[in-house]
């Protein structure tokens, strides 16, 4: 049964239907699975999807605290996270988890291309591609294109 709670939560996250349904099952699926960490990476996109930012961070920086950067489903994980903070238009939290005291060296070590994706996606201007070194630059940009796709299938724009 919470199996089915769990993916029926992230059909409708997926096709972007039934927003409070969604958040009644995850919260459902995390109050007998808390330390599951697809649970916890779909709350976060839920809380994220809703406008629940706020609990959306704290759920975040509590899943880096208490995990392992070095474990790679860890950070699977967390990449997948960050990706939904951009597709759900976070571009200031993202900065702030990168330049965070106690997280941000980690953060940029191991996810370069999200830091270069979001200052893409928050540029005034052209100099800010000048940053990106050459070698990533086109991983970059479907990074980027990835982002945009979503930000439009969920929002229309």
Do not use: C
């Not at 629940?52 to 392992?68: G, R, Y």
């Not at 759900?88 to 330049?99: G, P, W």
């Amino acid at each position: 049964q919470t199996n089915a709670v769990y993916n029926l939560a992230s059909l409708f996250y997926t096709l972007n239907k039934k927003k409070t349904e969604a958040n009644k099952l995850i919260n459902k699926f995390i109050s007998t699975n808390a330390q599951d960490r697809d649970g916890i990476i779909l709350n976060i996109s839920i809380k994220l999807w809703i406008g629940e930012v706020n609990n959306a961070e704290k759920l975040f920086k509590e899943f880096i605290t208490d995990n392992d950067l070095n474990d790679e489903g860890i950070t699977s994980s967390i990449y997948e996270a960050l990706m939904n903070f951009l597709f759900h238009y976070q571009f200031n939290l993202i900065y702030n988890f990168f330049n965070n005291e106690q997280l941000g060296k980690n953060l940029l070590e191991r996810f370069k291309m999200i830091y270069y994706a979001t200052s893409i996606l928050v540029a005034k201007n052209k100099n800010t591609e000048l940053i990106i070194p050459p070698e990533v630059k086109e991983t970059v940009n479907k990074v980027v294109g990835e982002v945009k796709a979503i930000q439009k299938f969920y929002y229309g724009k």
